[in-house]
């Protein structure tokens, strides 16, 4: 890479959130930064965009530095489109989305608004990754990961991404010293058993709150859950090809008959 | 399957649509149906589910017949898990979701509802199918498919699916005549050309609308737009596992390094 690379920088947590501001000071040594982000939390957005209601982009500045920074109306997909076609004018080098607030590993990633804007990158051909750190606190101390997110970002603009892949990193929350370093994984086959809280509102209306257990039913030591667990960060290479090839044949014998 | 099934029926287009009437008419056919559907539109909102805010469940009485329905102020998502929790306390047979105002083909699964909704049925072990007509108007014409639809549903709860496995299907706008059949198929490599249509407001305000271009880059055959384009209905296999595992070993001899 001769020039500084252009790095695209964003989150579902929203412009002023913590590890957005981590993962901007990390960016800001290895290349230029551009900042859109949401101007609201957007959690478990999933790959949600805007289609039904108008976006609008504000240039805001948030702290010192040479970082350009837009808030947006949108969800994570919604900025990286803007970004892209509008803001940018130019695809960027690298897109990084993070540093999220709680975990996006195994089943985490399909509802993931920070996997849905490094996704959302990848389908745009830019190679993206997606931070997350295993603490949902607002003030998550995130100084102990950043040469990790560094190191990660510094191979992707070396090395490049396979076509139609990008990464989803999520790091344990331990002492720096206690990390063991980095692990390339596969997805664990986990789900969460929802438990729904009824309650009733002051005017008698029943409502819910989701909530839930999270169960990993794999025991494999590849997954970026036993990853986790085990002090290492994760790194799972994400595609957006949903296809399940390894079910064509068997779907080719049925019979459909009218 | 001794007795009746259970099929568990939601959409994203909302509990009115026309598509998801079509749909319960269907299954009722073949099973004892429950319906759990949003009460408003939720196109475009991907996997979204709500954490931040409480959910409503209704039972609601739309059209004649067996089946019961509940509107639910949540996200297709949020329906599949609300229905399997609170209003049917067991897992159905079957969900089917749909049938979609619009095409969920290639990498519209990613921003899809309709999908979201089946995907949700797959993580929790139910066989799940998407279904999705490409017509976007509310008027659309569903009598044709329906026997197409029928026979799909009845090959996945006799031979179900693999396990991580739900099925993406989309009906080309044809007359029935036309229907050249059924083709299993892998999802085509395309992405949108995002145009922001970019106004300014009676306030003075800048804002934008997201409009953009489809663009099919995959000369393959074997694809759902090659399918769809030669008029066969597009049965996709999808997964909710996004490991790309073909890219594992290339990011196995990278060097991080602090």
Known sequence: MPKRPLILVTNDDGITAPGLRTLIGVMREIGDVVV????????????AITINSTLHVEKV???????????CSGTPADCVKLAVREVLKRKPDLCVSGINHGSNSS??????????????AGIESIPAIGFSLLDYNWGANFEYCTSFVKTIAENVLENGLPDGVVLNVNIPNV???????????????????????????????????LSGKFVNMDGGKDTDEWALENN???VVPVQFDLTAHHAIQQLNTWKFSE
């Open 61 to 71: 500045k948030i702290d010192d530095g040479p970082q350009k920074e837009y808030s």
């Open 175 to 209: 002492e720096k010293k206690a990390f063991k370093g980095i692990k390339i994984c596969r997805q664990a086959r986990a789900n969460w058993e929802e438990e729904f809280d009824k309650r009733t509102n002051p005017m008698g209306r029943e409502y819910y709150w």
């Open 232 to 234: 290492y960060i994760s």
């Open 36 to 47: 859109v982000a949401p101007d609201s939390p957007q959690s478990a957005m999933g790959h």
């Open 107 to 120: 089943i985490n990633v399909i509802y993931s608004g920070t996997m849905s804007a490094a996704l959302e």
